[in-house]
């Protein structure tokens, strides 16, 4: 972690929120296209449309699932999430859309307010 750590140290805290909100969006819309990837190679498995999709949304997905996940780090100090919002967060890279909602809930700077 310190290596992470190390390398996120070089940039503003504000470039790193923005950051972490851009690969938020980009990582439940890439989750969106896997799926449709998903049901499209359901229904036609002989086709190489749908093959060579899904790989290339697959291969996209993996990029933005694996930045997610090592933005997580910086923006656990950011916003000083405790362990439970970190979890929280974690898990969000699993369901549909759920990384907007962790976006939108919890990387925040008021959430103490409310």
């Known amino acids: 972690m310190n290596v992470i750590e190390k390398f996120f140290s070089k940039y503003p805290q504000d470039k790193i929120v923005s950051w ?15 799926f449709t990837a998903m049901i ?17 949304v697959g291969n996209i997905h ?4 694996t930045l997610y996940l090592l933005f997580l780090l910086p923006a656990r100090k950011i916003y000083n999430w405790d362990d439970e919002d970190t ?3 974690l898990l969000a ?22």
């Open 40 to 56: 499209w190679i359901r229904y036609d498995r002989e086709g190489l449309l749908p093959t060579i999709y899904i790989i290339i």
């Open 20 to 34: 972490f909100k851009t690969i938020c969006v980009a990582e439940a819309v890439s989750w969106f296209f896997l």
């Open 93 to 114: 890279a699993f369901f549909l859309f759920a990384t907007i909602w962790a976006d939108k809930k919890l990387a925040r700077f008021d959430r103490d307010e409310n």
């Open 87 to 89: 979890v929280f967060a």
């Open 62 to 65: 993996g990029l933005f699932f």
